[in-house]
């Protein structure tokens, strides 16, 4: 499977921001997507996930703030950022764990990944 993420970019506090990633290349029915979130020297944070039934789980820290969401012909995973604070910058991936049938917000169980997206909000 193949990721390909865009959308991110510079916003101020309080603002939005979506980022999309391209799913191609599947090789399994039924895959588990989730977004994660990386600054450097951290450890990689899980921030969204979604399964093929549209089960999401999220992340403490962007509840009521973030979306998961996919299109309908699951080609296309998105993150709505509303309501952005200066602790959500950080390099984003879009990640895929072929043949999951469950949401996950561990990295270890998702085997392919996107290039990174950077955020930046300013305060």
């Known amino acids: 499977v193949k990721l390909v993420e865009s959308g991110g970019g510079s916003v101020q506090a309080g603002g939005s921001l979506r980022l999309s990633c391209e799913v191609s290349g599947r090789s399994y029915r039924k895959n588990t997507l989730a977004w994660f979130r990386q600054g450097p020297g951290n450890e990689r944070e899980g921030v969204a996930s979604?399964?093929?039934?549209?089960?999401?789980r999220y992340a403490d820290s962007v509840k009521g703030r973030f979306t998961i969401s996919q299109d309908n012909g699951k080609n296309i995973l998105y993150l709505q950022m509303n309501n952005l604070t200066p602790e959500d910058s950080d390099t984003y991936f879009c990640?895929?764990?072929?043949?999951?049938?469950?949401?996950?917000?561990?990295?270890?169980?998702?085997?392919?990944w996107g290039q990174g997206t950077q955020v930046t909000v300013s305060s």
């Open positions: 990640a895929a764990a072929e043949g999951l049938f469950y949401v996950t917000l561990h990295v270890s169980r998702y085997n392919a």
């Open positions: 979604i399964d093929d039934d549209g089960d999401t």
